[in-house]
């Protein structure tokens, strides 16, 4: 790739509570999606690499795991620790808040912004649900009075608002720097990671309460053949209680969440798709660390 000698690139965090927006804002930004999205907290548990490439520039986005206060298991305490790592690494932060709702958890993050020493813009997501749009002047204003912001930018990351504004304002905050990535790489997790995501997502959305949070997904096999792509996946629960959830009444769940990540699978990958799911339970594994490890809960 040739690139001009003044070509920056750089780390961008995108740091917050749960479910402000972050990964959607990331999504956007790509015009792709490289982060799974749902209402509910916890749905980013990763530490996942967006590369945004241009002729001037590339920006490394970082989606990070919300930033929360219950820490009780070990996958709590490690997202916490994963957020906390991106922040200190990045060049700038985009902190990302809801405009229609600031909470004790908004303060935390905040106060961890305190210690870090790059720049932080602050993004007030969510304007999409403001009417009239002259009360977000007093969110503005509200925000702004809490930290030093580099600037403070309001946006709605689902419909698009002002995203492009925040775009052209990021180049700024890099360093002069050669590409770090090929230009034809958006992302630094593989297609198994993706794979196991995007299930992982559809059964969030399907199931109800506290069970997402005690499963996780694992693809055992992944193989090219010539009718398609052949998956097979095992959900991993905390308890033998929640097998009969997560497969649902005559494998209701399992069918539909079956049919829902194959047809995401397929689209992403441009191949037909089979795919076969298992629902295993391994005592706990969201509070041991060996588990967590050997499912791909790395620590940062
Ligand atoms: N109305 C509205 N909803 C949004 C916007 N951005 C995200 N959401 C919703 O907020 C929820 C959490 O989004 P997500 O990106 O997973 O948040 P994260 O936990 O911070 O990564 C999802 O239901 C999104 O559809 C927005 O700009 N406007
Ligand atoms: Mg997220």
């Given at each position: 790739m040739n690139f001009p000698d003044d070509y920056r690139c750089g780390l961008v965090a995108v740091i917050g509570r749960p479910n402000v927006g972050k990964s959607t804002l990331?999504?956007?930004?790509?015009?792709?999606?490289?982060?799974?999205?749902?209402?509910?907290?916890?749905?980013?548990r990763h530490r996942i690499l967006a590369v945004h490439t241009a002729?001037?520039?590339?920006?490394i986005f970082v989606d990070t795991p919300g930033l929360h206060r219950k820490s009780g298991k070990a996958m709590n305490r490690l997202m916490n620790r994963?957020?906390?790592?991106?922040?200190?690494?990045?060049?700038?932060?985009?902190?990302?808040?809801?405009?229609?709702?600031?909470?004790?958890?908004?303060?935390?993050?905040?106060?961890?912004?305190?210690?870090?020493?790059?720049?932080?813009?602050?993004?007030?997501?969510?304007?999409?649900?403001?009417?009239?749009?002259?009360?977000?002047?007093e969110g503005l204003a509200a925000v702004s009075s809490r930290f030093d912001f580099a600037e403070v930018v309001p946006?709605?990351?689902?419909?698009?608002?002002?995203?492009s504004h925040l775009m052209a304002m990021i180049p700024?905050?890099?360093?002069?720097?050669p590409p770090l990535f090929p230009e034809d790489m958006y992302t630094d997790r593989n297609e198994e990671f993706h794979v196991a995501e995007i299930i992982r997502e559809k059964l969030t959305l399907m199931l109800h309460q506290e069970m997402p949070?005690?499963?996780?997904?694992?693809?055992?096999?992944?193989?090219?053949?010539?009718?398609?792509?052949?998956?097979?996946?095992?959900i991993w629960v905390e308890r033998d209680s929640q097998k009969g959830i997560a497969i649902g009444k005559n494998g209701s769940v399992l069918k539909k969440v079956g049919r829902a990540a194959r047809l995401d699978i397929a689209e992403r990958l441009g191949q037909p798709v089979y795919?076969?799911?298992?629902?295993?339970?391994?005592?706990?594994?969201a509070d041991n660390e060996k588990d967590l490890m050997n499912l791909g809960y790395e620590a940062p």
């Open positions: 990331i999504n956007s930004l790509m015009g792709r999606k490289v982060s799974i999205v749902t209402a509910k907290p916890q749905t980013t002729e001037k520039q590339q920006i994963t957020a906390a790592s991106a922040l200190a690494d990045a060049d700038l932060v985009l902190f990302v808040s809801d405009v229609t709702r600031w909470t004790e958890e908004d303060d935390d993050v905040l106060e961890r912004l305190k210690a870090a020493r790059s720049p932080v813009i602050a993004l007030l997501n969510k304007v999409d649900k403001v009417h009239p749009k002259e009360k977000l002047l946006i709605s990351a689902m419909k698009n608002e002002n995203l700024k905050f890099l360093p002069e720097s949070y005690g499963l996780t997904v694992q693809i055992e096999r992944l193989v090219r053949e010539p009718r398609g792509i052949a998956i097979s996946a095992v795919l076969e799911l298992f629902v295993k339970v391994k005592s706990n594994w």
